[in-house]
């Protein structure tokens, strides 16, 4: 077993041992900050697969702005919400269900698939991932469109988010 | 090295405890912790597949950004819609705003 293979073992089992107390612990704030573990494995997942930029993106969207966002939700619904009551509804045992037939069903079509096992081929040298992505999300030939797209709804949840927690009195 | 399947395992993982949240949890937040951790399981899906196919196609990593900047968008739209639901209940619990249930 490889170095980079112990790397992925520990990594992958504490984002979901995290992301397992996302879903289960009581107390809000608790479990936004596993989200923020959480998050962290999957920003390493991606060094692992050799998409540096976007695990820096990960850390500083992700943990910076969305899970930053989610305590201060929690804290500014906290009185009634947090403390009273369970945290799983009365059905959660259908929601446990349904979520461990999903991960049957996707084990089961994914390791029906031929490319299952495949390895990763090499870098060739003089690669430059992010010149590529930069040259990718810019170029009219590529992806500029759903570029552009995704600032309009970056706008307009801007505006919409702004609009809907404004307090009119 | 690292086959592939080892990440497309983890993602279907965490997507189904995401989908597990989304269903179980009482609380709206919570279910939007939920939703967050199944856009975590596509992301790495995309930027796996990326690696393992032709790693000069960038549309996996571009497709991320994508989905980076949509889930920035659904958290913000989505937690202004539970403080304003929270201002007029004032409850946050799923079960609980039943307006549009008969």
């Not at chain 2, 980076?68 to 913000?76: D, M, S, T």
Request: glycine letters at 8%.
């Amino acid at each position: 077993m490889t170095g980079e293979q112990v790397i992925f073992l520990i990594v992958g089992a504490v984002t979901l041992i995290a992301a397992l107390l996302v879903v289960t612990v009581k107390d809000l704030v608790h479990a936004a900050l596993w989200l923020v573990a959480t998050l962290f494995g999957v920003a390493i997942i991606y060094t692992l697969l050799n998409a540096g930029f976007l695990a820096v993106v990960q850390v500083v969207v992700y943990i910076g702005a969305i899970a930053i966002l989610f305590i201060f939700a929690v804290m500014l619904t906290r009185r009634q919400a947090a403390d009273t009551g369970a945290a799983l509804n009365q059905n959660w045992w259908a929601g446990a269900l349904m979520a461990v037939l999903t991960f049957a069903g996707l084990a089961y079509l994914l390791q029906s698939w031929s490319g299952f096992s495949k390895q990763a081929a090499g870098i060739p040298s003089g690669f430059d991932a992010i010149n590529q992505l930069g040259g990718a999300l810019t170029s009219p030939l590529g992806y500029v469109l759903p570029f552009e797209v995704a600032s309009v709804l970056l706008l307009a949840a801007l505006v919409g988010a702004v609009y809907l927690a404004f307090n009119k009195k | 090295m690292i086959p592939l399947s080892w990440y497309l395992i983890l993602a279907a993982g965490l997507f189904s405890i995401g989908l597990f949240g989304v269903l179980a949890r009482r609380n709206a937040v919570a279910i939007l912790l939920g939703v967050e951790l199944m856009l975590n399981a596509v992301n790495i899906n995309l930027v796996a597949f990326w690696r393992y196919g032709d790693i000069s196609l960038m549309a996996g990593q571009v497709f991320a950004i994508i989905v980076f900047a949509v889930a920035a968008a659904e958290v913000a739209v989505g937690l202004a819609l539970v403080i304003s639901v929270y201002r007029r209940r004032n409850t946050v619990v799923a079960e609980e705003l039943d307006l549009l249930k008969w």
